[in-house]
């Protein structure tokens, strides 16, 4: 019945080793300056500037990241209502 | 506690995933229970309670993808729905990821017990991966816990090391505490359960590891490579390609939510006279 019992062992190994050094340089270097620390201060931050000119919640904003070997990406969404209040 | 008038949905139920022993299994087992609730349309999350020693979010592969964690939550630094990670696989499934960067301090009782009580309004199911160990952090991991699924390994300190973990549950819990409610329901799951050990009797039986437990058996997992390859790739075991481990996670999480499922030890195939012999038992 689970006849794959001699599929890629090594490249499960090698999987892992590559997603620890990922993850590890991230956390060594808080690379990018895109420490996690960072990010409710960021988010605090977005929020202020964005409250300058409309009116929204707390939890307008949500924030996605993806880190990668080369590059990463931070995705930033703000929701607000249709016919929202521009100052 | 519920309002009669009202028809309310009902609350999410809150699973401990726990041991007391390090190194059983305890987040191998949270995540594939978690992955089989969800897989089964069970709206899961799994929250990670090991504070300063992250590892759900590897063993689930999404350890790119964390913003914000349950203790910046518990602070009020983002909202939970800002730290939950929607996994990819399974849109009923996410996770909450822990800090790596904080102590179990951070981890506050109220703090704990207002997450989950905006997670039981979410979700049905809420599965606490907790810290090995009996202090802090395993003590909240368990505290608000409907149920305890107790991991636990046929060897003799991660048999004693449940028992401890099973008179905590009855003993220092938010049920245990409360006068009239039921007691959390506790099961016991053996994993890395080895065959050729047990019948050369370098290991315990499983139901010598019952009898002195006296909790019922939610399942039995044997050790296969499955788990390791799936921990390499990041994926739950029960979402790899099929695996004993993974129909034996599948079965406890029938037992789990009530279906009649008889006890059964799988076995991964392996080439050997022993294997072929004892191996056909899926």
């Known amino acids: ?87 | 506690m519920s309002k009669d008038l009202k028809l309310e949905e009902p609350l999410g139920k809150v699973i401990v995933v726990t041991s007391g022993k390090g190194g059983v299994g305890k987040t191998t087992t949270s995540a594939a229970v978690g992955a089989e609730l969800a897989r089964r349309g069970h709206k899961t999350v799994v929250i990670d309670f090991d504070v300063g020693l992250r590892n759900l979010d590897m063993i689930m592969g999404c350890e790119r993808r964390v913003v914000f964690d349950f203790i910046n939550v518990i602070q009020g630094d983002a909202k939970l729905k800002q730290a939950l990670i929607r996994d990819r696989r399974l849109e009923t499934l996410s996770v909450l990821p822990t800090s790596q960067t904080r102590d179990k301090d951070a981890l506050t009782k109220d703090g704990v017990q207002k997450v989950l009580e905006e997670l039981r309004q979410e979700f049905d199911y809420i599965i606490c991966d907790s810290p090995a160990g009996i202090e802090r952090g395993a003590q909240m991991a368990m505290h608000f816990a409907d149920e305890a699924i107790v991991v636990t390994n046929p060897e003799v300190s991660s048999v004693r090391d449940s028992d401890r973990v099973l008179g905590l549950l009855n003993s220092i819990t938010d049920r245990a505490g409360k006068a009239g409610a039921e007691p959390v329901k506790a099961h016991v799951l053996i994993t890395r359960h080895d065959k050729s050990r047990i019948s050369n009797g370098e290991m315990m039986k499983v139901e010598d590891v019952l009898e002195v437990l006296a909790e019922p058996l939610l399942g039995i997992i044997p050790e296969s490579k499955a788990v390791l390859r799936a921990s390499n790739l990041g994926v739950p075991v029960v979402l790899d390609d099929p695996s004993a481990a993974a129909t034996a996670y599948e079965d406890a999480v029938g037992r789990l939510i009530g279906e009649q499922i008889e006890m059964r030890i799988a076995a991964d195939r392996r080439p050997g006279l022993l294997q072929r012999l004892f191996g056909r038992a899926v």
């Open chain 1, 1 to 87: 019945m689970f006849g794959f019992s001699l599929r890629p062992r090594k490249a499960s190994a090698s999987t892992a080793k590559e997603r620890l050094q990922i993850l590890l340089a991230h956390e060594r270097s808080g690379s990018g300056g895109a420490r996690p620390d960072c990010l409710p201060q960021l988010q605090r931050e977005i929020l202020e500037v964005i409250r300058r000119h409309m009116q929204i919640g707390d939890e307008a904003i949500d924030i996605r990241m993806e880190r990668g070997d080369e590059l990463s990406s931070l995705e930033i969404n703000i929701e607000f209502p249709g016919k929202l209040g521009m100052n």
